[in-house]
């Protein structure tokens, strides 16, 4: 933990991973925020540059709902000070005492907020919630768990996502499941079918949904604009032979070049499964359809799932 700097001011902390920052991990948040506000703390979000699995045991390392830059932007409309640490596998033979102890002394902080399933340290995994209130009182510091949300975790999120479940997935995140990657060039099929697409490159180890089409809405990288997409994510089978996965925007209502920008996906429902078409003709007339659905939902929905961060 030397990569700690040292404070001098009286905080509260939250220490984890914070994947997605969903529903569970807001409630930490807001149990921190609150304890602060009476106590006149500090707050304090640390969280690592990694999932600690990918140094402790990288077989293991799931799919990450964010990107770490995200995850950062998600902490960050909380308004609290946050610290990245960089996981090594020094800081994964930290034990949960001496997390504590460093806490104290290198963050000065009195109180540390814990999610009712959260572990850390390197003697974690047997480890329960009374295990660390106990420790930490003979460490001198409070440790206060956070109410628990049934069933929320990333671990779910990501089962929910993986099997194209985005009600769920959107339920327990408290805001749309979300992909960003770069617009590249692609062959401009779509553009030649009527529905020109942007071709989005997502980075390697990141969560994504079933192969399908789906309603979504996309964010162009400094815009303030949101528009409504029919997303494809396959192989494109009617144009295509290859096999090679693609994620593949159609804008509604814009046009521009954006080849090289950031594109932020939500991704707000599922329309049908992706498949093969008997023509081109077949293909359009089909992604016309897709479109009018689109359309609808947008209408049904009027807002996109706010997030609860308050």
């Known amino acids: ?22 529903r569970g991990h807001q409630e930490v948040v807001a149990t921190l925020r609150h304890i602060c506000e009476e106590r006149g703390l500090k707050p304090l979000i640390m969280t690592f540059d990694r999932h600690p699995l990918s140094v402790i045991a990288p077989e293991r390392t799931p799919r990450m709902l964010t990107p770490h830059e995200e995850k950062l932007r998600r902490i960050e409309r909380c308004g609290m ?15 949960a005492r001496a997390w504590m102890r460093r806490l104290r002394e290198e963050f000065d902080a009195e109180v540390l907020v814990i999610g009712y399933d ?29 109410p628990v949300l049934s069933g929320i975790s990333s671990s779910a999120i990501r089962k929910a996502v993986s099997s194209g479940d985005i009600a769920a997935a959107n339920e327990m995140l408290g805001t749309p499941f979300m992909i960003e990657g770069i617009v590249e060039h692609g062959k401009a099929l779509g553009r030649t079918l009527g529905f020109p697409t942007a071709n989005i490159s997502i980075e390697e180890g990141l969560a994504i949904l079933p ?14 604009e949101t528009y409504p997409a ?5 192989v494109r089978p009617t144009v295509e032979d ?16 954006i080849y090289g920008k950031k594109a932020r996906i ?29 359309r609808e939902r947008e209408v049904k929905s009027k807002t996109p799932v706010k997030e609860r961060i308050k």
Not at 81 to 95: K, R
């Open 1 to 22: 933990m030397n990569n700690m700097t040292a404070k001098s001011t009286r905080r509260g902390v939250t220490i984890g991973t914070f994947d997605g920052m969903h």
């Open 230 to 234: 029919v997303v494809n994510i396959g």
């Open 118 to 146: 959260n572990t850390f340290g390197c003697d974690g995994r047997s480890l329960g919630p009374d295990d660390y209130i106990r420790i930490g009182a003979e460490e001198d510091l409070e440790v206060v768990v956070a």
């Open 266 to 294: 939500r991704f707000m429902s599922f329309i049908r499964p992706e498949q093969k078409f008997d023509s081109l003709e077949s293909l359009k007339d089909r992604i016309a359809e897709d479109i009018i659905v689109c």
């Open 81 to 95: 000070e946050h610290h990245t640490l960089i996981f090594t596998a020094g800081l994964a033979a930290v034990s």
């Open 211 to 224: 192969s399908g089409v789906y309603a979504a809405e996309v964010e162009i990288e400094d815009t303030q």
């Open 242 to 257: 290859d096999g090679r996965m693609m994620i593949e925007a159609h804008l509604l209502d814009f046009s521009g070049n």
